[in-house]
């Protein structure tokens, strides 16, 4: 369903004065220590602001922060935005070596616990999550940790067998002979293979990322992913329709009533991230909405980059007034 109601952009244009618009854009970049390893991040903004600080977890898994970049662009009213590369990826520690029993749900909350804890976040932050790192995002809030303001689930699953279902429903409105090339590689284990990834390009262009040729932040993430798919080949497989990782039967559903933050869910109309596999979110999380960009497939804020901020932008800010930042209720 389509939002927001005027109150929700009126709560952001209230709490975003010139003074935020026309504050010059600082980032920094740091490493986190994690056990032995460490995570890379980036702050766009300021994270004393005085406005509740988000971070933003990236999808793949195996993938990296290049492609959620655009959402820095909320840090134009005034909030810091966190990206960070997951361990395995990215500017973050590789370790090729490691194997299934690694790669787990587990590890990586404990790093972004650990990021929150590096960065002293604890007082308050929201998180904003897509596509695997929507996954991610539910597990965290689940747990209803100290500080967790917001929860923004992009483009994401409730369950790895929805998704499977999903895409197999999807794979099947493919031309005749791209489907057949997918599944002859699939059957011969040739997943590798120049033939196999240029039909995976058709299914891509329709459900990924609809904008040709693809934007150079999500050409970096493809070329990172490339040179080190360990993550994503662990816990997903050679590809977005031939699941068989650790996260194959994977699901959130039993234990979403827990999630206890305000809930924003978003989408495309052409998203892999059907329908389907989020109206589990929609159904079972006390406070929730849901909107679905109609231009987009799984990439919304780069294929409707301007609405999607917005609409991020207005949940964001009517969470910011409902239940300001500490900082800001203690001036």
Known sequence: MAWPDPGW???????????????????HEGFAPFR??????????????GKTPLIVAHGGPG???DYVDSFKALAQDGRAVIHYDQLGNGKSTHLPEKGADFWTVDLFLEELDNLIAHLKLDAGYDLL?????????????????????????????????????????LLADLPQ????????????????????????????????????PLPDDVQRTNDAVDSDPTVY???????????RGT?????????????????????????????ATMQPFQDLVPDVRWHVFPNSSHMPHLEEFE????????????CEASSPHPEVARA
């Not at 609405?307 to 009517?318: E, K």
Request: aromatic share 8%; net charge negative; glycine share 6%.
């Open 36 to 49: 032995s390893w460490k995570t890379w991040y980036r702050v766009t903004g300021e994270l004393n602001s």
């Open 307 to 318: 609405d999607c901020m917005r609409v991020v932008g207005d949940f964001l800010a009517q």
């Open 63 to 65: 993938c990296t922060h």
């Open 9 to 27: 952009r009126r709560a952001r244009e209230n709490s975003s004065n010139k003074k935020d618009k026309d504050r010059p854009m600082t980032t």
């Open 233 to 243: 080949h662990t816990m997903i497989g050679p590809s977005e329709f031939h699941i």
């Open 247 to 275: 996260l194959k039967t994977w699901s959130v559903i039993d234990r979403l009533t827990a999630i206890d933050v305000p809930t924003l869910l978003i989408s495309g109309a052409y998203d892999e991230a059907t329908p």
């Open 129 to 169: 999550g897509q596509s695997w790192g929507g996954m991610l995002g539910a597990e965290f809030a689940i747990r209803q940790p100290v500080g967790l303001r917001a929860l923004v689930i992009a483009d994401s699953p409730a369950s790895m067998e929805i998704w499977a279902d999903e895409a197999n429903r």
């Open 177 to 212: 002979d791209v489907q057949q090339i997918l599944r002859a590689h699939e059957e011969a284990g040739t997943t590798d293979s120049e033939a196999y990834k240029e039909a995976a390009k058709v299914f891509s262009a329709r459900h990924i990322c609809r904008l040709q």
